[in-house]
């Protein structure tokens, strides 16, 4: 069973551009989680979501950011018109629906190195 | 709100040896998990050890256990026979029992000296 998929592993962007990352999940995974790891420091969460639903979105800047999981498809972190401060290393997780257990393992992929120059 | 501290940004050990890696955290919650996860030079999340706070007894798993000390908001990482693959930035990591994002702390790097 495959893990977490994340690609590209390296993305260069110049201020402005659109950067997109995608990640697709184990297979049987229905729950997705994007991360966002700045240099020197731990990861911290951005949003949680399942098939073709953002279910907690409270870490997300609240402008340039989007996230969305289709029904078909990897989910995809996307980041418009990059500035410096997003050069970071963005993880996605996912998990399986789990029946009768409140608590769902994550399982994280090798994430993905933004620099924007 | 959550928050996961450690206090150790750098550590080393000698092979062989036994290292405990500190980690402390403050929730309101009663019953939650606590993780700690590997990260090596490749970046991959791994994870080591998950502690489950309405089980006293201590979590292990081969060369690596923990102290859980709930009164004291304490989760401390014990790796024993430190081997040169253990190198390292290790994150400690809380969750909710119903919440959907994991919380870490900025993490310790942990240099195996042979």
């Known amino acids: 069973n495959a893990g977490v998929m994340q690609n590209p592993r390296h993305l260069v962007r110049r201020r402005g551009q659109e950067a997109r990352l995608r990640c697709s999940p184990m297979k049987g995974h229905s729950h997705v989680y994007w991360y966002r790891q700045l240099p020197e420091e731990g990861l911290k969460f951005m949003v949680y979501?399942?098939?073709?639903?953002?279910?907690?979105e409270s870490g997300m800047p609240k402008e340039r950011f989007s996230a969305e999981f289709p029904k078909e498809g990897p989910s995809i972190l996307r980041i418009q018109q990059v500035v410096r401060g997003d050069s970071a290393a963005y993880f996605c997780?996912?998990?399986?629906?789990?029946?009768?257990?409140?608590?769902?393992?994550?399982?994280f992929g090798p994430g993905t190195r933004l620099t924007v120059t | 709100a959550q928050t996961v501290t450690q206090s150790q940004p750098e550590m080393s050990v000698q092979e062989a040896e036994t290292v405990t890696l500190s980690c402390t955290y403050d929730?309101?919650?009663?019953?939650?998990?606590l993780f700690w996860y590997k990260q090596p030079p490749s970046r991959q999340m791994i994870l080591v050890i998950r502690?489950?706070?309405?089980?006293?007894q201590n979590a292990t798993e081969n060369r690596f256990s923990v102290n859980f000390q709930k009164a004291a908001k304490s989760f401390s990482l014990k790796i024993s026979d430190s081997q040169l693959g253990d190198t390292a930035m290790y994150f400690c990591?809380?969750?909710?029992?119903?919440?959907?994002?994991?919380?870490f702390g900025t993490g310790t790097s942990l240099t195996v000296i042979p």
């Open positions: 979501l399942q098939k073709e639903n953002i279910i907690d």
């Open positions: 997780a996912s998990s399986p629906e789990t029946s009768g257990r409140l608590f769902r393992e994550q399982y």
């Open positions: 502690q489950e706070a309405y089980k006293q």
């Open positions: 990591a809380f969750s909710k029992l119903t919440g959907n994002q994991f919380y």
């Open positions: 929730t309101s919650e009663n019953n939650y998990y």
